[in-house]
């Protein structure tokens, strides 16, 4: 993407708009205070690189001129905490600006920019493995499975976030074990209800077997805290939701003891239990802090 330059252009991301000329703020429409001198200067270079990203260096060189002598470090970082400030972002579960610990930032919402009333959008293309500018850290971006915008989500508190996920995942468990354990039962209720009982059986006890490790996994990792789980859970959830809508039959399984109504309910909470694991995921703070917070 080009340099800018110093033709006005808005910047529209997430609630926020920016004026590149003036510092001018507004989020949700109304004017927040204006951003000015080098927290602008940075927050317009991060916002004309979406996904992209930019190191330290490339910052310095940016702000201050090769000849001169500076102890940027403490001025990058003093600029980046008034810019979280301004967008009520966060350093440890950023919605915008990303540290890459050691390295520099990436600005992870989607950008659009409108100049003399023209509207176009910047956001972060798919990298090639191995390229500096692959995201590492938990995606941010429109999710195509999805439902919001990540950076839309509400912060979460790790230990509620980590109480939550582990519960379902304990819940999972327990379907699996209790129906591989009353299987006697389970194969004369699906004879009464199904055309091919003996199919859906044998899928019932594959996917149990296969849930069960998986969940395990699960629950350790939430458990002790893996940092890397949000990323491996996005990665699984293909995996993860067709297995767990199939489950979310499970309650048929008891409408002799609890009932048509309650199990339909039942199927109805369960359906949308996946995608209550993954905006947990996305909005956690699971990941361990890193070693630089800002």
Not at 81 to 104: E, H, K, M, W, Y
Request: charged letters at 20%; one cysteine or more.
């Amino acid at each position: 993407m080009q340099e800018p330059t110093n033709q006005k252009s808005i910047f529209c991301f997430g609630l926020y708009e920016l004026d590149s000329v003036t510092g001018d703020l507004r989020k949700d429409g109304k004017l927040s205070p204006p951003i000015q001198g080098q927290p602008l200067e940075i927050l317009l270079y991060l916002l004309t690189r979406p996904g992209d990203m930019v190191t330290r260096e490339q910052l310095r060189l940016h702000l201050w001129p090769v000849d001169k002598f500076v102890e940027y470090e403490d001025s990058l970082n003093a600029a980046v905490n008034v810019l979280r400030d301004a967008l009520n972002d966060s350093a440890d579960n950023p919605r915008f600006i990303q540290t890459i610990p050691r390295r520099g930032y990436r600005f992870i919402a989607s950008v659009e920019i409108v100049t003399n009333h023209v509207s176009k959008t910047a956001q972060s293309e798919p990298k090639p493995k191995g390229s500096t500018n692959t995201p590492d850290d938990l995606p941010n971006r429109k999710n195509t499975i999805g439902l919001n915008d990540p950076h839309e989500l509400p912060d979460a508190p790790r230990g509620v976030v980590q109480i939550l996920f582990s519960f379902m995942q304990i819940m999972y468990l327990s379907f699996y074990f209790i129906s591989l354990a009353r299987l006697r039962w389970v194969e004369p209720i699906l004879s009464q209800s199904l055309q091919h009982p003996k199919w859906i059986f044998a899928l019932l006890i594959l996917t149990a077997l296969v849930g069960i490790p998986l969940r395990l996994y699960l629950l350790s990792a939430a458990i002790f805290g893996y940092r890397r789980l949000p990323v491996k859970f996005l990665r699984l959830f293909p995996i993860v939701i067709p297995l767990d809508e199939l489950w979310a039959l499970a309650p048929f399984l008891l409408v002799n003891q609890i009932g048509m109504g309650l199990a339909l309910a039942a199927m109805a909470a369960l359906l949308y239990l996946p995608f209550l694991q993954r905006s947990l995921m996305l909005m956690g703070d699971l990941p361990r802090k890193r070693a630089e917070t800002i």
